[in-house]
């Protein structure tokens, strides 16, 4: 079982960058999709990104789309998670998996991490 450690989080202003790290134990990760999920307070953990295990596909929510870029580093069993033009709707406890298959919701996964924090101010 491959234990996922999320860090990097914090608290940014609108508009600005935060690069979320998920660093990886027990197995490698090149044979995993990853992904990153997140959850605002009272609502449910809702798909972000997505990275195929071959590297050769993305999947993004439309939330994101063209902000944040989903990326891995197969050499530091590490996937990152670039954000920018952060906005106040983009706080929340922010987890990664690693999935054979991609999945789009969070019910589909069950080894979740402790998640980082990411607060973004208006």
């Known amino acids: 079982q491959v234990q996922l450690v999320e860090s990097g989080g914090g608290l940014v202003q609108a508009g600005g960058s935060l690069r979320l790290s998920c660093a990886a134990s027990?197995?490698?990760?090149?044979?995993?999709?990853m992904e990153w999920f997140r959850q605002a307070p009272g609502k449910e953990r809702e798909f972000v990104a997505a990275?195929?295990?071959?590297?050769?596909?993305?999947y993004y929510a439309d939330s994101v789309k063209g902000r944040f870029t989903i990326s891995r580093d197969d050499a530091k069993n590490t996937v990152y998670l670039q954000m920018n033009s952060l906005k106040p709707e983009d706080t929340a406890v922010y987890y990664c998996?690693?999935?054979?298959?991609?999945?789009?919701?969070?019910?589909?996964?069950?080894?979740w991490g402790q998640g980082t924090q990411v607060t973004v101010s208006s």
């Open positions: 990275l195929s295990w071959s590297g050769g596909s993305t």
């Open positions: 027990g197995r490698t990760l090149s044979s995993y999709s």
């Open positions: 998996a690693a999935t054979r298959k991609i999945i789009y919701y969070a019910k589909d996964y069950a080894h």
